[in-house]
């Protein structure tokens, strides 16, 4: 079936650094999202992303945070600077209409802030 | 507010046993109800959705029954199998771009 990719798989970096993760989702997708996944925890939505802007976001979603997809490349999420409380694992997931559409999810990249 | 509640974090069953993982919403409204299945190292991916015409989604043997009267899409399965061993997600789509999900019931199936 149609799959998300994630890169990188696995990112750690040092508290105050800039992280950016990258998401490739399905080719004909229009609507992209993060969620975030605090170890032990439930899924959490952060943000979704439609026609170049962001729709929706949740509390989560820090003024340190951004998204963007530039034409034809990767759905990124950027975190500057990072703080301790940013480890987690980020989905990404994308699907083609809103709504009660199905998003396809990525396997996730796990952030390690030290 | 609007929320997806899964009582139960760890569920083990023998094979061939039925399953039963609950779920229950709060909401004002009904909402578009999903159940999610992520194996372990994969990504979550989609195991069966609710209609608005109150048919009973199926898939892989798993069904589930939307009961607005009680707030509550629980996944059912008549016998257990050692594959379906993974982590289940519950979770609402609230009319919006963005699904709202369960804590998780982590499936473990033994021999």
């Known amino acids: 079936g149609p799959k998300v990719l994630q890169i990188p798989s696995h990112q750690i970096i040092d508290m105050g650094q800039m992280v950016t993760l990258n998401c490739d989702p399905v080719?004909?997708?229009?609507?992209f999202y993060w969620y975030k996944q605090i170890l032990g925890q439930q899924m959490e939505f952060l943000v979704n992303f439609y026609n170049g802007k962001v729709m929706e976001k949740s509390k989560l979603f820090k003024d340190q945070f951004s998204v963007e997809r530039p034409d034809g490349s990767y759905f990124t999420l950027k975190i500057q600077p990072t703080a301790l409380e940013d480890s987690a694992v980020y989905f990404c997931?994308?699907?083609?209409?809103?709504?009660?559409?199905?998003?396809?999810f990525g396997p996730g990249t796990r952030l390690t802030v030290l | 507010g609007d929320s997806v509640t899964q009582t139960e974090g760890l569920v083990t069953l023998t094979e061939g046993l039925p399953v039963m993982l609950n779920c229950t919403y709060q909401s004002t409204y009904s909402p578009f109800l999903f159940w999610y299945v992520q194996h372990l190292n994969e990504a979550p991916k989609l195991l069966l959705k609710?209609?608005?015409?109150?048919k009973r989604p199926e898939h892989q043997g798993f069904h589930a029954t939307l009961h607005k009267s009680s707030s509550s899409f629980h996944l059912q399965k008549s016998s257990a199998q050692l594959s379906d061993s993974a982590l289940y997600y519950c979770?609402?789509?609230?009319?919006?771009?963005?699904?709202?999900f369960g804590a998780g019931t982590k499936l473990t199936i033994k021999p």
């Open positions: 979770a609402a789509n609230y009319g919006n771009e963005k699904i709202t």
């Open positions: 997931a994308s699907s083609y209409w809103g709504g009660d559409a199905e998003q396809f």
């Open positions: 609710s209609f608005t015409d109150n």
């Open positions: 080719s004909n997708h229009l609507y």
